[in-house]
């Protein structure tokens, strides 16, 4: 088991540009998530998945897609990266219903210039 | 709505000594409450849990009980190690079809030998 991985690990972007962040999971889990980690504000819900083909908007939905037309996969987009998405990002998985424990890739370290 | 406050950091501490880290939500149901660790370079992982009123969760020396009275959820740990120097998340979650987690700001631990 693999668990969640994400690539890459670390992108440098200028603004303006677009990118994909991959996150994908072995486990079978139905729900997954997007996490951005910002210096003094813990982590913060971007997008979320309930299932394949279903999604819904997180905290701070502005700025990136999501889709989710697998299990496995949950990628999330940047369709014009801004200064202000610098961050660090995170996906999790987790089994359907209750307080399920969730799992959590290693990160992907972005910097837009 | 819904929401964790955690003690700041940085926690300094010498090895050997006792650790609290304080925590305290707010809720309008009853939610499940965890401890998650990102040790240097890595993602979250789960430290423990307690789902309902009264329940202490426990793991690898640490400890927590969930207080509904005083809506606090302390991380402690007898005699913390070098190996303990990482960030300490708390976090609240309802179960149900979301699973969406709500984390604190997140308390740097650091432990000198």
């Known amino acids: 088991n693999a668990g969640v991985t994400q690539t890459p690990k670390f992108q440098v972007l200028k603004t303006g540009q677009s990118m994909t962040l991959q996150c994908a999971q072995d486990m079978n889990h139905e729900y997954m998530s997007w996490y951005r980690q910002d210096p003094g504000m813990g982590l913060r819900l971007i997008h979320y998945?309930?299932?394949?083909?279903?999604?819904d908007q997180g905290e701070v939905p502005n700025g990136y897609n999501v889709s989710r037309s697998t299990t496995e996969d949950f990628p999330l987009r940047l369709l014009s990266a801004a200064p202000s998405q610098t961050s660090v990002y995170f996906c999790?998985?987790?089994?359907?219903?209750?307080?399920?424990?969730?799992?959590f890739g290693p990160g992907t370290r972005l910097t837009v210039t | 709505g819904d929401s964790v406050t955690q003690m700041e950091g940085p926690v300094t501490l010498s090895e050997e000594a006792f650790l609290t880290i304080n925590c305290t939500y707010t809720a309008t149901g009853y939610p499940s409450l965890f401890w998650y660790v990102q040790y240097p370079g890595e993602g979250l992982q789960l430290l423990l849990k307690?789902?309902?009123?009264?329940d202490k969760g426990s793991n690898k020396g640490f400890e927590a009980t969930y207080r509904k009275e005083t809506t606090s959820f302390h991380l402690e740990k007898g005699s913390v190690q070098v190996s303990d120097s990482a960030v300490y998340f708390c976090?609240?979650?309802?179960?149900?079809?979301?699973?969406?987690?709500?984390f604190g700001t997140g308390t740097l631990l650091a432990v000198q030998p």
């Open positions: 307690a789902t309902k009123a009264d």
């Open positions: 998945s309930v299932g394949a083909g279903i999604t």
């Open positions: 976090a609240l979650l309802y179960g149900g079809a979301t699973n969406k987690l709500i």
């Open positions: 999790a998985s987790s089994g359907s219903g209750g307080a399920y424990e969730q799992y």
